[in-house]
Each structure stands twice: as C-alpha cells, then as structure tokens.
T-cell receptor, first 110, second 114 residues
Framework: QKEVEQDPGPLSVPEGAIVSLNCTYSNSAFQYFMWYRQYSRKGPELLMYTYSSGNKEDGRFTAQVDKSSKYISLFIRDSQPSDSATYLCASYNQGGKLIFGQGTELSVKP | SAVISQKPSRDICQRGTSLTIQCQVDSQVTMMFWYRQQPGQSLTLIATANQGSEATYESGFVIDKFPISRPNLTFSTLTVSNMSPEDSSIYLC???????????FGDGTRLSIL
C-alpha cells in the first residue's frame, strides 16, 4: 500500500464549479499535510500547509484533514481556467520523508 | 519564500555521458533535496544534500550514479552519471527550513537521453 494515494484523474470541470480533490494516507501518525499546484513545465508550488485535523482556508482554496478516516481534501471554489494544473497532495511520513500522491490533473473549461 | 534557480532548464544528452544540474537559492537554507519526477508520475526523493558532508541517499539511488555536492547553504549540484534512456526525467531541487516544514521547489531540469 502506498503511503499517500491520490486519484490521478484527469478531472474536467466548467468554469465556476466547485472542485474537490482528495487523497488518502496510510498511517494515522502522519500530522503535516501539504497541497501543491504544478503547472506544465514548472515546479510544484505550495498552496496549503496544514497540521493535524480541521480546515484551513486561503481565498478560494480550502484544505481539510479528516484524521479519523485518514483523508485529506482540497476544495477550490469558483474555479477558473487559470486553476488548470496538476494538484499534488503530500505528507511527511514517520521517517521525516515527504511523500507525494500521484497528482490529479485538473482542467477548468471556460 | 526562497527563490530557487535550476540550471539547465532542459537538456538532451547522449547515452553514457554525464550531466551536472545546479541549484542556486537566493538565501541560506537549512535543508536541500533532490527529486526525480518521471513522465506522468509523482515525485520521488533521490537524496538529501547535506552541507559539508555526504548526501543521504534513498533506497534505489546510489552515490556513484547520482553524486551530489553542497559546498554551502545556498548551492547544490546533482550529477546524473553514465546516463541511459531510463534516466530521462525531470529532476527537481527543493529547499526546506526544517523537519516537517513545507518544501519549496525550483522549476526543474527536463532531461532526455538518446
């Protein structure tokens, strides 16, 4: 079992839709979670960094951690064509190594 | 966050040759890392570049194939040695301020081996 799993998509939505991106992780001891956005031909860009459970909001983006189900989510409200990118979830494992999901490719159509 | 510059941004190399990738940061950083991202895949950690000492390599990666230098707190290099087509990938440098802290990435080096 992979330590962090993510549906690779691709996911296509119309402009203005609410997008939900999801990952699961294998170890309930994981506490630090990140979401990165990666545009084509660019490196991953940090979007959200959360610790433990709960929600964190930043503009149109909300990161959610549900430790009981070992599930992390990123919600994008009022999605824009400029949000079209690959989104990667990540978490530090118990060995201190940053583990990434496979990435979900998102396309927002005008 | 720190500005991270990688050189070259892309290259096409012949089988059996070696290429050195540079990573320059605009401020001193505690931790520097090298990752590989194969087409359509996620990021895999190659090694942690330790300032003033040998790099710490992950399982499946060895120093002879991926020698790393880190002479100071703002610069590191990764060499891909004796390249084969299987080494065609994106190589990414990242920096972090400490354990469990988010890492920040350069734009990567896109490497193709013929």
């Amino acid at each position: 079992q992979k330590e962090v799993e993510q549906d690779p998509g691709p996911l296509s939505v119309p402009e203005g839709a609410i997008v939900s991106l999801n990952c699961t992780y294998s170890n309930s001891a994981f506490q630090y979670f990140m979401w990165y956005r990666q545009y084509s031909r660019k490196g991953p860009e940090l979007l959200m960094y959360t610790y433990s459970s709960g929600n964190k909001e930043d503009g149109r983006f909300t990161a959610q951690v549900d430790k009981s189900s070992k599930y992390i989510s990123l919600f994008i409200r009022d999605s824009q064509p400029s949000d079209s990118a690959t989104y990667l979830c990540a978490s530090y494992n118990q060995g201190g190594k940053l583990i990434f999901g496979q990435g979900t490719e998102l396309s927002v159509k005008p | 966050s720190a500005v991270i510059s990688q050189k070259p941004s892309r290259d096409i190399c012949q089988r059996g040759t070696s290429l050195t990738i540079q990573c320059q940061v605009d401020s001193q950083v505690t931790m520097m890392f090298w990752y590989r991202q194969q087409p359509g895949q996620s990021l895999t950690l190659i090694a942690t570049a330790n300032q003033g000492s040998e790099a710490t390599y992950e399982s499946g990666f060895v120093i002879d194939k991926f020698p790393i230098s880190r002479p100071n707190l703002t610069f590191s290099t990764l060499t891909v040695s004796n390249m084969s087509p299987e080494d065609s990938s994106i190589y990414l440098c990242s920096v972090g301020s400490g354990a469990d802290q988010p890492q920040h990435f350069g734009d990567g080096t896109r490497l193709s081996i013929l």
